[in-house]
């Protein structure tokens, strides 16, 4: 097995969101056990502390619809210098949210460092909604709804980085799964980028295997890099209640525990987010660990050694 250096990024930005309480998730995490969890597998784990936000207040705020842009700008920005530096490193970054907001700065971050290392970045987005809105769309405001538009180099996001976006991932390179609730404006803008979407049905009939194998062997194909951006509402809510987004019909347990095996035997992961646990919702941290236990599916943890690699 590859021992990773992994390196955790808190984020605990909770303005992306439409409830407060993701402020308190990196700690969750820590406190669950997360680091404890990768370094019995053999990985080495240094904790960075949580980042602080960026000062973006002289920006102006893009129309009236959007909440919290300046503290959101602020942390984008802060993110994204973050995951370029650490992108071009040999380590695995991950990203201990916070609200997927975070990803605005994470994704862009893991691009721009790809980009410079000569490879595509592929994004896997775990999610109940394909956070596919832009400034122009967003119904609730809530920016938690908007990074996978904006890492697709989507227009209408003037301010957030300062700069216009110079190494956008490509929307071919990207696969929603588990999606279950998508706006309607959204869904416009997804259907007309060509970004990969599979929803829970696809997940019933087919099953995991046959979904994600043939999109990782893209990744192979490609010698891409790999971004995987697991939002807790992936899972269904009665195994994963801490979330202010919940959607009934997520993911199973097992379901979520293939992903990450496979994820895993595949060998192409390089950096992860973690994002919307929302420990104020949380039934004695049964999410919390749940999460620590998923990605510690993805770093190698399994039940029994096979011979052969089947992804
Ligand atoms: N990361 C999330 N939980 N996103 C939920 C987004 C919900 C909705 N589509 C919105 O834009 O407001
Ligand atoms: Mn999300
Ligand atoms: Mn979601």
């Known amino acids: 097995m590859v021992n990773h250096d992994v390196v955790f990024v808190g984020a605990p930005i909770e303005e992306g969101a439409g409830r407060r ?26 904790d960075i502390g949580n980042l602080q ?72 987005w775990l999610d109940a909604h394909s956070d596919f809105n832009t400034f122009d769309t967003t119904e609730s405001g809530n920016l938690h709804g908007t990074p996978l538009a904006f890492a697709c180099g989507l227009k209408g996001f003037d301010g957030l980085l300062g700069h216009p976006l110079s190494h956008p991932v490509a929307p071919r390179n990207v696969e929603i799964l588990g999606v279950r609730s998508i706006d309607p404006k959204e869904r416009e803008l997804l259907v007309d980028c060509g970004a990969g979407v599979r929803d829970m049905r ?81 039934d004695r941290g049964m999410t919390a660990r749940l999460m620590v236990d998923l990605t510690a599916s993805l770093f190698g943890r399994r039940v029994f050694d096979r011979p052969t690699r089947s992804f």
């Open 202 to 282: 696809m997940i019933d009939e087919m099953g995991i295997p046959a979904l994600l194998a043939p999109f990782l062997e893209r990744v192979r194909a490609a010698n891409g890099l790999l971004h995987v951006s697991l939002d807790v509402d992936f899972l269904d809510p009665g195994i994963a209640p801490a979330v202010g987004t919940t959607v009934p019909g997520g993911a199973t347990f097992r379901e979520a525990h293939l992903v990450m095996e496979m994820l895993h035997d595949s060998g192409l992961v390089t950096s992860l987010d973690l994002v919307e646990l929302n420990p104020f919702l949380d």
């Open 21 to 46: 309480g993701c402020v308190m998730g990196p700690d969750a995490y820590r406190t669950a056990g997360l680091a404890e969890n990768l370094q019995a597998l053999g990985h080495r784990v240094t």
């Open 53 to 124: 936000p960026e000062d973006a207040h002289t920006e102006k705020v893009p129309n009236g619809t959007v909440k919290n842009f300046h503290t959101v700008a602020g942390w984008t920005r802060s993110l994204y210098k973050t995951a370029s530096e650490l992108g071009q490193k040999a380590v695995f970054p991950v990203y201990l949210g916070g609200d997927h907001a975070l990803a605005l700065g994470t994704v862009a971050g893991q691009s721009l460092a790809a980009n410079r290392l000569g490879k595509p970045l592929f994004v896997l």
